[in-house]
């Protein structure tokens, strides 16, 4: 149906059949908006919360190589480590990491020591700790007073905290505690030059799979090797699972949705008779149908654009997405989302497709229904007859 | 009986302002809030995550902090494969 300034007359006409129940209409346009909005807001929060975990974890290594015996993991000698991961075509960089958990004073929390220089962008401000010093997530800090943090691992550790991450970084450093490598050892148990694991990076990351089998054969003792990949995909799974249940919690909404488009169908039997007199008077079934559909639209438009915008607002604007936050996740802490442009787009498309849709059919297939008829058997529809 | 009159005849058969007035607040919210979303999806730049995989690159943790940490899922390279002698593989829960 194609809509030019000719059609704006049938328009002005249609938001006067709209202004003659202003509030039943009002209401349609409430209930179209309110399920665009909840199921809007059920899956761009999924979404993006899929977006912003695969950003992190392709920062993640590609592979970890762990070391292993009977009773759990054990330390490796980072040089010779480093020297059997090297000796494996494909694998670059392999680079020893210092890390464990210790109990915390609230709870257990991820002890690291840098396993490199971080670069200046990155440090924003923060200076890398020294023995006896240490720099905290959010969470941390609210464990600690007068800057002191005491850690139970192998060893009990007193350290000062020095500085905080930024907020921002929570997805990434929100439990950690950044030490010096000489505290992280002694915390962990660890001698001089033995390190807890060992991150590699691939040449070609399509061959993590293929090549774990070669860098396991390199080293001198058992390991278990990790794959970013297994990450990734457990993280996909787990954002689809919040997003499906989100999408359960939604089923009054479309339930709704279901009655206004049956409601929509049920409402053209009340109006034959003002039909049938439009009918006699001129008007054509296409211009009762093209009415319709322009009041349709003028209902449903504006109230699609308010659902999703609100949507998109309480996914991505830090202040109204703890409304999101709290009713998905349950979680009073906002995760700052990443936004992927086009899959929200065609996210916000598709949902704007499911709502109108249903509805504009509904409207569509009502109308031609009731408006076929002859003019007299329309007026004698009416119920005064 | 008394016979009804028409006392002013107009060219119109009811009032249009409203309606009109309505069409135009319909057209021009929605264009309004289409065009900021679509301003929105095009400039918008996301800080947080970029800081955050910095120092998820400098540090080199292998997952997010989803998690509480100690557990196979917030440190996934701590789990040992050790032969599966579960009575029931699947029916527990690591959430």
């Not at chain 1, 004073?105 to 440090?123: L, N």
Request: net charge positive.
């Amino acid at each position: 149906m194609k809509f030019s300034l000719k059609e704006y007359p049938l328009l002005v006409w249609a938001a006067r059949d709209i202004l003659r129940r202003p509030g039943r209409e009002l209401l349609v346009s409430a209930c179209l908006a309110s399920v665009t909005f909840l199921i809007a807001v059920a899956l761009l929060f999924s979404q993006a919360m899929e977006t912003t975990w695969n950003q992190l974890m392709a920062r993640a290594p590609d592979l970890i190589v762990r070391r292993i015996d009977a009773g759990g993991w054990a330390p490796m000698p980072a040089e010779a480590a480093v020297a059997a991961a090297t000796s494996v075509p494909g694998a670059l960089a392999p680079t020893p990491r210092l890390w464990g958990v210790a109990t915390g004073p609230q709870g257990p929390v991820t002890v690291v020591a840098s396993p490199g220089v971080i670069p200046e962008t990155t440090q924003q401000g923060l200076t890398p700790p020294v023995s006896g010093q240490a720099i905290v997530g959010q969470g941390v800090t609210g464990d600690t007073r007068d800057r002191r943090l005491i850690l139970t691992g192998q060893d009990r550790l007193q350290l000062t905290i020095i500085g905080t991450f930024p907020a921002e970084t929570g997805l990434a450093t929100h439990d950690l505690v950044w030490m010096a490598p000489a505290d992280a050892r002694r915390l962990l148990g660890l001698s001089p030059g033995q390190t807890s694991d060992l991150a590699v990076n691939l040449f070609h990351e399509e061959e993590e799979a293929a090549i774990q089998a070669d860098l396991a054969d390199a080293f001198p003792w058992p390991v278990r090797i990790t794959g970013r990949s297994d990450g990734v995909l457990r993280h996909h799974q787990r954002a689809v699972h919040m997003g499906g249940i989100a999408v359960v919690a939604c089923v009054p909404a479309i339930l709704a949705l279901v009655w206004i488009v049956a409601g929509t169908a049920a409402t053209g039997s009340n109006q034959q008779a003002h039909w049938g007199l439009l009918k006699s008077l001129g008007w054509t079934t296409g211009d009762l149908v093209r009415l319709q559909i322009s009041r349709a639209v003028l209902l449903s438009a504006p109230a699609l654009a308010a659902g999703l915008a609100s949507a998109h607002a309480v996914v991505f604007y830090p202040p109204a997405a703890g409304i999101a936050a709290w009713w998905i996740t349950g979680s009073q802490r906002l995760p700052a989302l990443v936004l992927n442009r086009s899959g929200a787009m065609i996210t916000l498309l598709e949902i704007a497709a499911l709502v109108i849709i249903p509805y504009l059919a509904a409207v569509f297939l009502a109308t031609v229904k009731q408006v076929a008829n002859e003019p007299w058997h329309q007026m004698m529809a009416d119920p005064w007859n | 009986m008394k016979s009804a009159s028409i006392h002013k005849e107009t060219k119109t058969p009811a009032p249009c302002k409203g309606a009109g007035l309505l069409v135009a607040i319909a057209v021009a919210a929605t264009a309004l809030v289409v065009f900021s979303l679509a301003t929105d999806l095009l400039i918008r730049k996301d800080q947080g995550a970029t800081v955050a995989g910095r120092w998820m690159k400098s540090l080199a943790p292998s997952a997010p902090t989803l998690w509480s940490a100690g557990t196979p899922l917030r440190h996934p390279e701590t789990v040992h494969p050790g032969i599966d002698l579960r009575y029931t593989a699947g029916m527990e829960s690591a959430r």
